[in-house]
């Protein structure tokens, strides 16, 4: 089992920045994808952004340019720093891993995260 705690959501004004923090612990094995899915209000969850244990990235289309997703293999830790946030980017944002020797996924229990215009 794995155990995700996140932190670093909050409130913040259209234009400004957040760092949210994903620290996984349990029996990690070797953590494959890690990455983050958000889900606003009404809608389904979608994803954000990933980071291949190669240092390979992904982004959806919408946060290209403005967030940027990196992870300290050392302490199991995934970062997903936001730029330019915009009332659009409100939403629950969930952090996940995938390990790499079972392929299976876990989840934190998401952190919210608010832009006001």
């Known amino acids: 089992q794995v155990q995700l705690v996140e932190s670093g959501g909050g409130l913040v004004r259209a234009g400004g920045s957040l760092r949210l923090s994903c620290a996984a612990s349990g029996t990690i094995f070797s953590l494959g994808i890690m990455g983050w899915h958000r889900q606003a209000p009404g809608k389904q969850r979608e994803f954000v952004a990933t980071?291949?244990?190669?240092?390979?990235?992904n982004y959806a289309d919408s946060v290209k340019g403005r967030f940027t997703v990196s992870r300290d293999n050392a302490n199991n830790t995934v970062y997903l720093q936001m730029n330019s946030l915009k009332p659009e980017d409100t939403a629950v944002y969930y952090c996940y891993v995938v390990r790499a020797v079972k392929w299976d996924d876990y989840w934190g229990q998401g952190t919210q995260v608010t832009v006001s215009s």
């Open positions: 980071m291949r244990s190669d240092g390979s990235t």
